[in-house]
DNA sequence: TAGATAGTTGACGTTAACGTAAACTAACAC
DNA sequence: GTGTTAGTTTACGTTAACGTCAACTATCTA
């Protein structure tokens, strides 16, 4: 037996710190599809790992949709070579953009190095025109 | 002479492809405060420089007041000696936010990785049961 | 002098990503 | 049986980041 844990929305919400209402709202995009127990939602293993991808994405900056295209490379639809090969091009895209975008967020950090820089510069201007004011 | 170089706002837009309707939206949410001459706005070397921060920062996938902490790191308002010591611990703040979310693109990178790995495997396995089919 | 062109200020429209509130159901607690 | 506690759907509200007119002005050009 495969230990078939499950999770209820509001176990979900704890566990990423999010609101129920989220978690319905990412299931009306189609980011996440829970099986039903009646009305209630029943959320495993995978959807776990959903959410997080999704939440990861978001901490990257992604829209939900670009977190969906993402998401959506994980289990391919089709099976057949043209399929596979188009999905390879989307990883290619996907990776490049992420590596340029890791790029302009060095670029912002090393222009916040700068800022650190100059404001060390002007405290120890400040701290040595007021010797007595350590 | 500085070499007092400007630019119209069409100018900017063409530089970095956006509409004047969104450098205006910037003034007004004051990121950008160009000189007038008369109505017209007149842009310098810095607010050319800000306008690429900015865009370099929605790359990164901040938002624009976020973007505009930033960027107002780079002329601090005061003097002092609390002035900078407090604008140091934004310095560290936004770094270590930014560092954080360079960690969270790494992982959806190697997780593409992974995409990749098993398409390829999907790719071999087909092509091996069709060898007709280079 | 009459367009054409570049700029301006409103003002309203739009999409994404939820928040918030209402009205309802089902299960358990006493 | 009756709160209380999850959970549900439906629907309207909200904020960010612009897009899209409309109506106007100033300038240059034929």
Same mark, same amino acid.
């Given at each position: 037996?495969?230990? *078939?844990?499950?999770?209820?929305? %509001?176990?979900?919400?704890?566990?990423?710190?999010?609101?129920?209402?989220?978690?319905?709202?990412?299931?009306?995009?189609?980011?996440?599809?829970?099986?039903?127990?009646? *009305?209630?939602?029943?959320?495993?293993?995978?959807?776990?790992?959903?959410?997080?991808?999704?939440?990861?994405?978001?901490?990257?900056?992604? %829209?939900?949709?670009? %977190?969906?295209?993402?998401?959506?490379?994980?289990?391919? #639809?089709?099976?057949?070579?043209? &399929?596979?090969?188009?999905? /390879?091009?989307?990883? #290619?895209?996907? &990776?490049?953009? /992420?590596?340029?975008?890791?790029?302009?967020?060095?670029?912002?950090?090393?222009? /916040?190095?700068?800022?650190?820089?100059?404001?060390?510069?002007?405290?120890?201007?400040? %701290?040595?025109?007021?010797?007595?004011?350590?």
């Amino acid at each position: 037996m495969p230990e *078939q844990h499950t999770y209820t929305i %509001s176990d979900l919400a704890r566990d990423f710190d999010v609101t129920t209402r989220t978690i319905r709202f990412y299931e009306e995009k189609g980011l996440l599809s829970p099986a039903r127990r009646g *009305q209630h939602r029943i959320f495993d293993k995978a959807d776990h790992a959903r959410l997080e991808l999704i939440l990861r994405g978001k901490r990257a900056g992604l %829209s939900l949709d670009e %977190s969906r295209e993402i998401i959506d490379m994980y289990d391919p #639809d089709g099976d057949n070579y043209e &399929q596979y090969q188009f999905l /390879l091009s989307k990883v #290619d895209e996907r &990776q490049a953009q /992420l590596e340029s975008q890791i790029e302009d967020i060095k670029q912002l950090l090393t222009g /916040l190095e700068e800022v650190r820089a100059r404001c060390n510069g002007a405290l120890k201007k400040i %701290s040595a025109g007021k010797p007595a004011n350590t």
